[in-house]
């Protein structure tokens, strides 16, 4: 009688742990493709023709410790961030972390890649045409890169810890894919935002099939990171900064 009833109560955990198992899977696989929109504008009364764009605007989820959602490991892969006519193309990349990018210098001349702010921390010292040099960014944030020979060369590199983000279009629109549903902590990053503008806009969100919209954000430029920052050794560039080698 006692075996029977052991028995019994096993198959019914059984049951019970298949059941959950199966739900929390139909669960997972019902991934949702999640919106939002952002408008970028200008701190200074500028005409129309000169406002900011509302791309390159990347907004993210991190699951909370409630939110069981298989994340996984990340598809490891090396990315590029070439130097080419005195610029960084693409101007803009978001990577996993952990993930190297190779920095193939495509000028004719010198480059001497940095990035000593917040973010992964480097300077790949000056190398010549047509080599390049590559960087594991192996810690989550935002990194600024510039050259330390030509102070109108700006890029950004973010490093996630989430497959789940989105970047933002020039009309301002954001779509962030197979989300599964649960509960998320939301986070934003947008080039001349100040940092505490962006932590404010930053919230909980619950991602259910009825709930997809994040919601519009307003953020307004201040100043600019790019056109004004130090060199690597915190001095400011020569007026007449120039190809020198």
Partial sequence: MIMKFIVRRCYYFSATALSILVLTSLAWSQTL????????TSQKRRVRASRPSSADVVIWLIPTRKTAVPVGPHKMQTYTLIQKNKKFIPHLLVVPTGSNV??????????NVFSLFNGKRFDLGLYEA???RAVKFDREG??????????????VIITL?????GI????????IHNVPPGSYRLHMWAENVDNDHLDALGRMVEITPQNTELGKFHLI????????????FGEDYPSDATDSY
């Fill in 33 to 40: 493709d999640v919106s939002a929109h952002v408008e970028v």
């Fill in 102 to 111: 190779d920095f193939p210098n495509l000028d004719p001349f010198f480059h």
């Fill in 130 to 132: 047509h080599t390049h």
């Fill in 142 to 155: 935002v990194s600024y890169i510039f050259c330390n020979i030509h102070p109108e060369m700006g890029a």
């Fill in 161 to 165: 810890d989430t497959p789940y983000y």
């Fill in 168 to 175: 933002s279009k020039p009309d301002g629109t954001v779509l």
């Fill in 221 to 232: 430029t201040a100043g600019d990171v790019m056109s004004h920052h130090e060199n690597k």
